[in-house]
Each structure stands twice: as C-alpha cells, then as structure tokens.
C-alpha cells in the first residue's frame, strides 16, 4: 500500500473529516493525522478503533505493517497549529 491509497479508503470511510494525512519512509509503516468530526466526544481508543475498523484488514494482511496515528477533532487540529 501507499499513502494515497490508504488516504482514499480514509477519506471514503470518514466524510466528516477536514484533513487527512499519510506518510511513510518505507511503504510498510504509515504515520497518519486525521482530523475529523467523527470523533468529537470520543476517547482516543474510540477514535483509533473507528481507523482500525477501516483499515484493519490491511494491517491482518501484512500490507500495513505498522500505523501511527493522530486523531483529532477541528478544534483540537486549531489548537495544535497555532
């Protein structure tokens, strides 16, 4: 996988997102920033378990060895890049 087909399935699966943002050194372990209002309200595992909902069939695979992940909402994305 690459990050751009792992940002289409985000995208797909997430519409309420502002921002999505996959990276990777070596096309096996993936860095993501999603922000989203999908995950207002939400604790951190909540948020991570609605990512892995998406893409865990690619991490059962193989073809995402490891993933990273920064899930915020709007407000917390603000806060951040200020």
């Not at 070596?26 to 604790?43: I, K, N, P, R, T």
């Not at 991490?59 to 909402?73: M, P, R, V, Y």
Request: hydrophobic share 40%.
């Amino acid at each position: 996988m690459n990050p751009t087909e792992i940002e289409v399935l985000l995208k797909a699966h997430l519409p309420q997102h502002q921002h999505i943002e996959v990276k990777t050194p070596d096309q096996v372990h993936f860095e993501a920033v999603l922000v989203s209002d999908a995950f207002s309200g939400l604790s951190r595992i909540a948020r991570q378990r609605k990512v892995y909902e998406v893409l865990g069939p690619y991490l059962q695979s193989g073809q995402i060895h490891a993933l990273a992940l920064k899930t915020l909402t709007p407000e917390e994305w603000q806060q951040e890049t200020k």
